[in-house]
């Protein structure tokens, strides 16, 4: 795997501290932002902790720089307004994180369900997220949690029932 690639904002000590300036803080916002999406991407991860202050997310030991856990969850509550990140906890302190919305992961399954004949079928959750006809998707290798959450919202459009058999799931598609 390729070595992941900061923007230049990361060696910029400022840009760890929450601006006061509400367009400066706005335009860091989005870098930050970005930056979450991006890093888990490449990371192929969907969770974060806020407490977790070892991750290169969160510090720059190069500038000796760390974001404060309350600055990260500023950062996460703006992912979760663009629909990209859910607390998965009460006191939101572990998040899972979407680099596509859940509708957006919803429609990606669907689209590649009906382009390959496979409405009126039962798959399961893996084979969607690593079954080897969708390693070339943009799904492939998802969080079946985060899966199930967008087969949800499936099922809320009346475009798949969702089916649980001994703690696994899988899902039919109309």
Known sequence: MAEFQWPW??????FF???PHEETRQKQFK????????YLKHNNKFTLGINDQTSPLFCNESINRRLSPEFIQLILEQLQ???HAAP????RQEWQVYWHTLEEYGNMVYDWIQETGQTNSICTLYEIASGENT??????????????NALRL???KGKCELIEMDGSYGAKFF
């Open 154 to 156: 499936l099922e809320e």
């Open 17 to 19: 501290t929450l601006q």
């Open 81 to 83: 307004q663009t629909g």
């Open 31 to 38: 870098v930050w932002t970005d930056l979450f999406l991006k």
């Open 88 to 91: 998965l906890d009460k006191k």
């Open 9 to 14: 904002e990361y060696t910029f000590p400022p």
């Open 135 to 148: 390693t070339q998707l943009e799904f492939h290798d998802v969080d079946e949690a985060v899966l199930l």
